[in-house]
């Protein structure tokens, strides 16, 4: 008993020291990230007490910090109707599962940014995301020197929800197509989480480098893998994702160098480009799918877009927040038989909080998404050469989850969701149109030195006029 307990206290004293926290939060990354990995691996069960594990540490990691932690006032208001959904949900075991979820992952994401700071969380962010990265890689290579075949997944899989027979299972954790070239699904069991990965981290690659926080072969041999991995994983989604994130990349470069009438002419250039693209998704959707090489129905996605509508429609305070979808119950199992096995969620995140918390769901979410937009954009332009990069890396990551949402609903759930709360305790906020702390333009950081702020105020012009002059006050 008392080697257990000196051996529990040593353990709780490292969790407490920076090392410890930090290393906390390089493993929650990895964990929210590739969470249906792990459940592929050690089964639902295994994979609950690997979370049971992690919160505990947390606790005792972070105890000191979580009584002055703060919560953005959207990101409580949809976790807050989430809850009270409870009250009329479909599913109240899942719903009151999910609510616990999303409760936790809130807050290790809150707790996580601030005690540790924006710019020092992006990088363990960007450290657990390579071990995401590194961790697909390594386990498609396994597959194709050892296991040799297709793998499907350890500890169990959804088929006896799905009323198929095992060996007819939809759920393959590995295709095994390296050889082939792809497409790729990873440790996560799916090519679109697992190219989403790459993106991210080929995104905190380039700004991180660009900030000198880490090295030249560092940046280049992820960018390359990051690069490696989006080609096998053949998926579209992150392709149209990652050119929007250059197009981004692109303006903020450019917006940084401009004057300020330069930087209001770039700034409503972008709003109408962003209205364009949407007409132009929307209009002539036939054209990009095939610029894309995918089917008109997208993989299903019209599909089960049109059945989640309708049933959407026949509730309008929702069905009860559920995450991932149950695919077991009504009317989730509604969806699937009318369109495909894997349809676990509605492959749109702003739908999905619709047919989940109703149309002040789906309002919630896309307010939160606009604003930390304009957020980020707003910081970005507030920028001038010379300045920090880090704020040009909080809107590439903000687009790229806004804009992947459109087609999967990641960001509700897990790593989506614990990006999305992380960002929006990063990027300042805004009174009106004008930030909080607008020092944090050109540093990135949360607070600055007296010095520091009086250098970046701009100081007064001295007056020319006479009087003001020791020569006019003397005569």
Partial sequence: ???????????????????????LIVWAVVLLMSGQGFRYMLGVPGFMVLCAVTIAAYWVGFKA?????????????????GALSMIWTATPLVTFLAVVITIVTT???????????????????????????????AFELFVTVVVKDQLRPLGGDFSE??????????????????VEGGPIQGFVGNRNPFGAIALFTAILAAILYLERRISRRNAWITLASAGAVHLLTMSATVTVVAVAVLILAGLGAVIRKADPAGKRTISVSFVAMLMGVAWLVVAKAGVVLDMLNRDPDMTNRTDIWERVVEIASLRPEGWGFVGVWPIWEEPYSAVVADTTARAT???????????????????????????????AWRVVEYGRPGDTWLPLGWLLLTGA????????????VEGGWFMLVAL???VPRMRAITFTAPHRARTGIEWAPR???????????PSTSRDATPEGRAS
């Avoid at 996580?112 to 961790?135: E, I, K, N």
């Fill in 161 to 178: 929800y799905t009323g198929l027979e095992g060996k007819s299972s939809p759920f393959m954790w590995s295709e095994n197509n390296l």
């Fill in 424 to 426: 929006t305790c990063i």
């Fill in 1 to 23: 008993m008392t080697t257990l307990s000196t051996a529990r206290a040593a353990v709780a004293e490292r969790l407490v020291t920076r090392q410890g926290r930090e290393a």
């Fill in 345 to 375: 969620h509605a492959h749109n995140a702003y739908l999905d909080a619709w047919l989940q918390m109703g149309i002040a769901g789906a309002v919630l979410l896309v307010a939160l998404m606009l604003f930390l937009l304009a957020r």
């Fill in 107 to 137: 807050v290790i994401a809150a707790v996580s940014v601030q005690a540790t700071g924006g710019p020092r969380f992006l990088d363990l962010l960007y450290r657990g995301l390579q071990w995401c990265l590194l961790l697909g890689i």
């Fill in 65 to 81: 910090v979580l009584p002055r932690t703060r919560f953005p006032i959207l990101v409580l208001g949809f976790v807050a109707l």
């Fill in 401 to 412: 989850l806004a804009i992947q949402a459109l087609a999967e609903s990641k960001m509700l």
């Fill in 451 to 461: 010095e520091l702020m009086a250098s970046l105020v701009r100081k007064p012009k």
